[in-house]
């Protein structure tokens, strides 16, 4: 099963860089771009962008290319970042979360990484 750790690092202007590690034994391929940061209280979501077409019988997931997303295949121990994060210090708890539909539309890690950030000392 791929596993997937979510590390955290504040700057000094108030923000959090993202960065996503393969912690497990198997390539992974994972989405770093047109997320979606969604804040509520001291919570962050990060989820991709989803594409739907409403039909009268229903909404259908579109499948979009990878490059939109900034698809990148991590190997057991590497490393990749978030483009463009949107996340500010006051937050507590960051989830990146990759919908169990959408990731097998598009063929990536499907679940969600959770970090919480430690306050500073």
């Keep these: 099963m791929a596993e997937l750790k979510i590390h955290i690092d504040k700057n000094r202007i108030g923000f959090v860089q993202a960065y996503l590690e393969n912690t497990g034994k198997e390539a992974v391929t994972v989405v770093t771009d047109s ?5 509520s209280g001291e919570r962050v979501d990060i989820t991709p962008e989803v594409q739907l077409w409403q039909r009268r019988d229903g909404d259908v997931l579109l499948k979009s290319s ?3 997303y900034g698809a990148v295949t991590l190997q ?15 937050s507590k708890e960051i989830v ?3 919908p169990e539909a959408w990731g097998r539309l598009h063929g990536t890690w499907v679940g969600s990484a959770t970090v919480r950030l430690q306050p500073s000392n």
């Design 35 to 39: 997320l979606i940061y969604k804040a």
């Design 66 to 68: 990878l490059v939109h």
């Design 76 to 90: 057991p121990g590497e490393i990749t970042y978030l483009q463009s994060p949107n996340i500010r210090v006051v």
């Design 96 to 98: 990146y979360t990759i």
